[in-house]
T-cell receptor, first 113, second 109 residues
Framework: NAGVTQTPKFQVLKTGQSMTLQCAQD?????MYWYRQDPGMGLRLIYY???????DKGEVPNGYNVSRLNKREFSLRLESAAPSQTSVYFC????????????FGPGTRLTVT | AQRVTQPEKLLSVFKGAPVELKCNYS??????LFWYVQYSRQRLQLLLR??SRESIKGFTADLNKGETSFHLKKPFAQEEDSAMYYC???????????FGAGTRLFVKA
């Protein structure tokens, strides 16, 4: 049981390049999330997926797109990376709405030059 | 607006001293409140949630609706408590969780 996994762990992009961050969970969770973590700002929700087939914007969705490929996988895409998107990205999942506990992945450190 | 405020970026205490990490929130409704912790080189993980009224690793947190606070307390800090602590709030649906900026706790020997 690996929990929540993310790939890659590190990535360096040039401005304007695109990439997809992958996230998968093996806990049969319905809800999945993408956050970014910036110094002094905590975690901010980018997008979330309450269940397979649905996605919704969070607090900071601009410049990102997501796909809930199936119940296990939730990917985050940067179509045209900008230096402001330099951050650590965390994927998380929730078992159900009665506990609200979020399980986090190890994070992806992205640098855009 | 929904907001979680952790006024201290860094808190440094001596081993054995009491510790209190402050958290204030702004939310129009009945929120679910949590404390998450991130130890060095480990994933962010849930420490405790207000609804279960439990004590984890000696930490407790009481929800004070009048003061809109959810401070995390431990009577005797240990070196292994050194970590980054985040206070978080979930809306009624549980889908949107708002995190505070975090407080780094450093427990000195």
């Amino acid at each position: 049981n690996a929990g929540v996994t993310q790939t890659p762990k590190f990535q360096v992009l040039k401005t304007g390049q695109s990439m997809t961050l992958q996230c998968a969970q093996d806990m049969n969770h319905n809800s999945m999330y993408w956050y970014r973590q910036d110094p002094g700002m905590g975690l901010r929700l980018i997008y979330y997926s309450a269940s397979e087939g649905t996605t919704d914007k969070g607090e900071v969705p601009n410049g990102y797109n997501v796909s809930r490929l199936n119940k296990r996988e939730f990917s985050l895409r940067l179509e045209s990376a900008a230096p402001s998107q330099t951050s650590v990205y965390f994927c998380a999942s929730t078992s159900d709405r009665t506990t609200y506990e979020q399980y986090f992945g190890p994070g992806t450190r992205l640098t855009v030059t | 607006a929904q907001r979680v405020t952790q006024p201290e970026k860094l808190l440094s205490v001596f081993k054995g001293a009491p510790v209190e990490l402050k958290c204030n929130y702004s939310y129009s409704g009945s929120p679910e409140l949590f404390w998450y912790v991130q130890y060095s080189r480990q994933r962010l993980q849930l420490l405790l949630r207000h609804i279960s009224r439990e004590s984890i690793k000696g930490f407790t947190a009481d929800l004070n609706k009048g003061e809109t606070s959810f401070h995390l307390k431990k009577p005797f800090a240990q070196e292994e408590d050194s970590a980054m602590y985040y206070c978080a709030l979930s809306d009624a649906g549980g889908f949107k969780t708002i995190f505070g900026a975090g407080t780094r706790l450093f427990v000195k020997a």
